[in-house]
């Protein structure tokens, strides 16, 4: 592997890497492994990795936001937990509603769920019944 063409960067979760190729930004991939700083890059890959940056800090700007800030507290605690699990990871919507300090409310952490003015960056797809998440774990790497 030539290693002139791979540049990484920091990510809540590890890392990304991205490969270049042809000058051109070819792939990029999560890494569980621990990156502390961005790596010199070519503009091309520079570029990205600022775009890259922008989305990782999008929920600072989504949670200040007016539509954000008129949803109910229990929908804001809810999208806030949410949006802090990390990506191969699940929670259930009891694990959600214990989490919120009411552990009575998964129907309503569903709710405000369906709620979620920002579906596509906060990943309601990372919450499942239990019974799902029993399987979820079962499929997961060892």
């Known amino acids: 592997m030539d290693n002139r063409n791979f540049y990484s960067m920091p990510a809540p979760w590890g890392g990304i890497v991205l490969r270049e190729e042809n000058g051109e930004l070819a792939s990029i991939c999560p890494t569980i492994a621990s990156i502390q ?9 520079a570029d990205a990795m600022q775009q890259l940056e922008a989305v990782l800090t999008v929920r600072e700007t989504l949670f ?6 008129k949803l109910p507290d229990f929908t804001r605690r809810v ?3 949410v949006s802090r699990i990390e990506p191969g990871q699940w929670m259930s919507y009891s694990q959600v509603a214990q989490a ?9 952490v569903g709710q405000a769920l369906a709620n979620n ?3 596509i960056l906060i ?8 019974a799902q998440l029993a399987r979820f774990d079962i499929l997961k790497p060892e």
């Open 117 to 119: 003015p920002f579906p």
């Open 79 to 81: 999208l806030d937990i």
């Open 100 to 108: 919120t300090g009411n552990p009575a409310a998964a129907r309503a």
């Open 37 to 45: 700083a961005p790596s010199p890059a070519p503009l091309a890959i």
């Open 123 to 130: 990943g309601c797809h990372r919450v499942c019944a239990s």
């Open 64 to 69: 200040a936001t007016q539509v954000f800030r």
